[in-house]
């Protein structure tokens, strides 16, 4: 499976982007794709997830009422929708799959990862 991650870029406080994450390969084996962050000097982080069949999604509680996640299984594409963005959004962020084993806010839960977007809001 292959990862390309897009949409990044520099916005003021309060606007938005929408990343788009688009799979390739054996995307039939992925049930749950994510969105993570990473901050400089930070821990990479869960932001959140949607289960391909059913639609199910879980968000960090930092971004719930702002962000929103979603898939078109037709594209084999996940968006991260980013509203209100907040300067300490600032961060990569990254789309990843998981072939549904484990915990689907955990880092190690998934098995292949994208190349990451810059975020970055200023003030």
């Known amino acids: 499976v292959q990862l390309q991650a897009s949409g990044g870029g520099l916005v003021q406080a309060g606007g938005s982007l929408r990343l788009s994450c688009a799979a390739s390969?054996?995307?039939?084996?992925?049930?749950?794709m994510g969105w993570f962050r990473q901050a400089p000097g930070k821990e990479r982080e869960f932001v959140a997830t949607?289960?391909?069949?059913?639609?199910?999604?879980y968000y960090t509680d930092s971004v719930k009422g702002r962000f929103t996640i979603s898939i078109d299984n037709t594209k084999n594409t996940v968006y991260l929708q980013t509203n209100s963005l907040k300067p300490e959004d600032t961060a990569v962020y990254y789309c990843?799959?998981?072939?549904?084993?484990?915990?689907?806010?955990?880092?190690?839960?998934?098995?292949?990862w994208g190349q990451g977007t810059q975020v970055t809001v200023s003030s």
């Open positions: 990843a799959a998981s072939g549904g084993v484990g915990l689907p806010t955990i880092r190690a839960s998934y098995d292949y």
């Open positions: 390969g054996r995307t039939f084996s992925m049930y749950v």
């Open positions: 949607v289960f391909r069949s059913g639609g199910s999604t």
